[in-house]
């Protein structure tokens, strides 16, 4: 057996609110659309992955999303620009990552984040 895709799914009774924040700030597709969920995603190849901390690193809380791009200065404008509130950073951290903490429209803190420049 193998794992082919780990999806995080969020509750809300507003599916609709994703579109502004995963669609039109950081530009994924609306993959499945059935009126109860909307699943964003991408063409792209990406790892599996699962994490589970004691903290988010750097004293800060767990996020409960990490989302890897390809420019983190560019996401934190959007996002900021977008008026989505940014909870920590940009900062550059001693493990190697630059990274933000953004909240969703449901209140996910989301860590935006990429490796090395």
Not at 21 to 50: C, K, P, R
Not at 81 to 93: L, N, Q
């Amino acid at each position: 057996m193998k794992v082919t895709r780990i999806v995080a799914n969020i509750a809300t009774p507003d599916v609709a609110a994703a579109k502004r924040f995963y669609q039109d700030v950081l530009g994924l597709e609306l993959l499945m659309d059935h009126g109860w969920i909307g699943t964003y995603g991408s063409d792209e190849a990406m790892n599996v992955q699962i994490s589970f901390a004691s903290q988010g690193g750097s004293d800060t809380p767990v996020p409960d999303l990490s989302i890897e791009v390809d420019d983190v200065d560019e996401a934190f404008e959007r996002m900021r620009s977008a008026g989505f509130r940014i909870e920590y950073g940009p900062a550059d951290e001693p493990w190697g990552v630059r990274r933000f903490y953004v909240r969703d429209p449901y209140g996910k803190l989301v860590n935006i984040l990429a490796h090395g420049r």
